[in-house]
């Protein structure tokens, strides 16, 4: 909270908590935990069904350099970490009271250090000073030994804390710095100031002697004008310094005013270490007489993005309050050496700076795919994930908006207690889910097999974003519990990056409209904070609607397929090239492929590629790339090549991407212009659990289980076949390439994709004109329909045959239940497959491949949870766990089942890699309930008669 003006100064550093204090000290070195810990419940009903609720509380582990401490427990964890705060600060020896200064300690301290830097003792220093103060005395005439005061200002830390500890605002407000310093160099007896002026001298002039000059070359230095209408663009200009010049002088000179004690310098941009900063002329305020100065600056009103002369840009990247045209250039002296360091800014380092601060930006940045990657929707594996980490990039976020650090905690979930994990991608939270304790409570509560296999414990993090002022601004936690530590924090960060991305689009929505945007997407948000932290910087996305960058009629309207159903939208053209070789990047493979993004206007080229890559891998169906792009990859597949054309994306992107030639791109050029990709598919390495299932079974276990049902259809002499989840077709195909007794033959999926694949390949063994002797002649008919095998359709009532490999453990437990449900007592089958993974296999089967390096050594140490086989496994059962399911429904619908396996060998230890149940009807009473209002779900996509061949693509 804001201390008010009416305060006596003296309490505010009294008021100052021992976190920050902590924090003053140690900033983000001091790294709290908060651990949470379960009261036991007193009088609590041995053998309740119901669980009791048992009170949370929390302790905070604090670490510093030196050492850490760990607070008692506390049922906030606000508290929490204060009190670990205020151990640690009597560890130290800190009593906040004797620690603060008075505001006349302060004023003193102030001159004090203003009159060092006036002495010789200080000029055998090394300090960023020391150069100006060469300059000055190098100078000639009236001006002999002046040192502008935005330069001591700027160069100064230690004085410039004392001026934002006499007037917090001292910190966003450059010139109020310069009014402090001036009033104390007033009251310093060996420092001189004129009223009205900016310069500060010493009374006995400061040697020559001490400082040696020596001349350099003269330098051309790129800077870039942002100038303080909206309307204007930013432009490259050049400084040009002369060996005989002052740097601020050419500064000033661009700046249009008289000498460069009128420049005011911003705080260091961008990285700390960088010289980055920005220049502006100094508002008329500073020349006032010294005390009304001093007074209208500290009352000048924080909504300052109301004045016309406010630049928005130049504070979006500064975090100050700066007026009028800007000039943003790397220069100055350092630490370092004596001589000026420069560096040029170029258009695209601004334009990169800028997309550095939205939200996904860093993520392109740091892949440097700027136009072709996305910031994934998914965190499915730390393997999987290219560029920095979701949790790295929030940190990242909350640093360039001068944000506090985002505050992470975690909590364990008993294994005791029911099951939360499983889904990855549950459906959107609700806000009171996510906040109560009945949460745990509702879900899993139907199913038997819940629970056993959880026995580890999992966990779920939430994250806090807190201004500077300590206010919380976004609250997140995890919809889903995870494994590992890292997926569930790296989860939750992400997810807060996604919403930040949504909003960051749509900046300008009212603030009654932003809490229920939050909720919407399971976050709360304190909409009057985060909105006024945003504000400022509305030129992100306004610079997206510049008109030139409307949608290309002809080419964007194709292309734009949004999240839409596949299905309705156009399907791009992609003119891909050459032969299909069977190998498509399929959702969860990583991907390698190489491309380049040209800006094309009719037949033309303009310029050279905005971005190319050699290669470039990311994950299929994670969202790791722009839409098109990915469309496009998943249409393609091993060494074919790809072309096709989009609208352009926005003016930021692509004069980020365009590096040294972003200066020729005027907004003219861009006109009429659009983006041709050019890809090519260079390696897919396929999902996890196949590579294992390659890696590790002979023939693979995949074959093997297609295998499998194959004699087991041959032995029924099955004329109906319909396969529950047939995916790509694997199974389907292998049945045309064996002798069966098979006329027809089904398959049913969800997935869109895949039935289109699964249907070129049936198309073109059936179409194929062969051998007599070959499987698919004896084949009628074959149909492909889109549909979830939940749901009942007549049409597949009754048939000889059903198989359902690998399919339940890619569905919600209960969905799985129902598909049993379902399947027995509507489809009716005379025999049914089913193949699931054996979740006990696989520490073989995760023992086999080489472990992971990236792996954080606290996941190593409770390696005993296993992984999944598959990141869209929503489950992975237990024999046990998989009996009772079988057994249960077995009997329910009277059925028999037998249980049998591929991979492994049967009776040791720990059973199949795939375990199968093999259900058969039992003929006594073979009566199956047909129900009759559920017919007719599923849509047809693909269909073959033996005569005539008909397509629904
Ligand atoms: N049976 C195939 C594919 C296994 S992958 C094989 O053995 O190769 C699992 C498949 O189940 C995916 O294609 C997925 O789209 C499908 N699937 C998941 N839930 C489904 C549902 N409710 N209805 C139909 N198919 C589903
Ligand atoms: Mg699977």
Known sequence: MEIGETQPPVAKRATLTPKALIHQKYGDKACYKIEEVQEAVQNGCPGLAIRQQCRSLFRCFLELPEFSVTSETFSKKKDAEQSAAKMALEKLGIQPTTNKLTMQETWDELVARLSYLFTNEFLSTSHPLIGHFRVAVQREGDFYGFVPVSVIAAYDVKLNNLCKFINQKAETNPPLSIALILKAARLSSSICTSEGKLWIWKQNPLSPEIIHSDLKESIQIKAM?????????????????????????????????????????????????????????????????????????????????????????????????????????????????????????????????????????????????????????????????????????LCMFCRQHRLSEPIFSTEKINPSEPPLEISKNCQKLKLSESTSETEHANRGTGDANDGELRGQGTFKYEVRILSKE????????????????????????????????????????????????????????????????????????????????????????????????????????FNIEGPDTGMSPSSGSLTCISYSISLVRGMEYIGEPLESKDEFEFEIGAGAINQQLETCVTQMSLDQSARFTTELPSRDLILGASGESAEALSLQTLQGCFLEYSVKVLRVTEPL????????????????????????????????????????????????????????????????????????????????????????????????????????????????????????????????????????????????????????????????????????????????????????????????????????????????????????????????????????KNTIQADCLRDGKAAGHYEVLWEWTSNTSRSAL
């Open 225 to 393: 004008r942002i100038p303080c209408s909206m309307e204007k663009p930013v432009e490259t200009l050049t400084l040009n310094v002369s060996s005989k010049e002052y740097y601020l002088d050419v500064i000033a000179q661009k700046l249009g005013v008289g000498d460069c004690s009128q420049v005011i310098i911003s705080r260091t941009v961008s990285k700390a270490s960088s010289e980055m900063r920005l220049y502006f002329s100094a508002p008329k305020d500073l020349y006032l007489t010294s005390d009304s100065s001093l007074e209208v600056l500290s009352n000048m009103k924080e909504t300052v993005n109301s004045q016309s002369l406010f630049n928005a840009r130049a504070h979006y990247f500064s975090g100050q309050n700066i007026y009028g045209d800007a000039l943003l250039a790397t220069v100055g002296y350092t630490w370092k050496s004596t001589d000026l360091f420069h560096e040029d800014v170029s258009l695209a380092t601004y334009y990169r700076m800028l997309i550095c601060r939205v939200p996904d930006g860093n993520y392109k940045l740091s892949r440097e795919a700027i136009v072709a990657a996305e910031l994934p929707t998914a965190f499915t594996t730390r393997s999987n994930w290219r560029g920095s980490f979701p949790r790295e990039l």
């Open 470 to 573: 300590q206010d919380v601004i976004i609250e997140c936690s995890s919809e889903d519990s995870y494994r590992r530590h890292s997926d569930a924090y790296q989860s939750v960060a992400l997810k807060v990056l996604t919403w930040l991305n949504k909003y960051f689009k749509e900046l300008d929505m009212p603030i009654e409209k932003l809490s229920c945007f939050g909720v919407d997407y399971g976050i709360r948000v304190n909409p009057q904070i985060l909105s006024g932290v945003f504000a400022l910087c509305p030129f992100v996305h306004n610079v997206q609607q510049t008109s030139v960058f409307r949608k290309c009629s002809s080419l964007g309207a194709s292309v734009s397929a949004g999240d839409s159903n596949p299905k309705e939208s156009v399907v791009p053209l």
């Open 689 to 920: 659990e196949d590579r294992m299932e390659q890696a590790l079974f002979s023939p693979p276990l995949s074959k093997q289980r297609v295998e499998y049902a194959v004699r087991l259809i041959n032995e029924s002499h099955a004329t109906t076949l319909v396969d529950f989840g047939c995916g790509s077709g694997s199974l389907l195909d292998s049945l045309l390439e064996h002798p069966t007794a098979l006329e027809k033959i089904v398959g049913v999926d969800i997935s869109w994709k895949s039935l289109c694949r699964a249907a070129k390949i049936l198309h073109s063994k059936l179409s194929m004109d062969s051998d007599p002797k070959v499987q698919s002649k004896r084949i009628s008919s074959a149909i492909l329909y889109d549909g979830s095998i939940t749901d009942f359709d007549a049409r597949l009532f009754g048939f000889d045959i059903g198989t359902c490999l690998e399919v339940i453990e890619h569905m919600e437990e209960d969905q799985a239940s129902l598909f049993g449900d379902v399947v027995l007592s509507s489809f009716c089958p005379q025999i049914l497959i089913v193949s699931t993974p054996n979740y006990e296999y696989n520490p073989i089967l995760q023992r086999g491949t080489s472990p992971n390096k990236e792996d954080d050594l606290e996941e190593k140490t409770q390696s005993l949870p296993f992984k999944f086989r598959n990141h869209d496994h929503k489950f992975e059962w237990t024999r046990e766990q998989f009996n009772s399911w079988a057994s249960n429904l077995a009997s329910r619908y009277n059925y028999s089942v037998e249980f049998d396996g591929v991979g492994g060998s049967p009776g040791v230890e720990p059973g199949f890699a795939s375990q199968i149940a093999v259900f058969r």
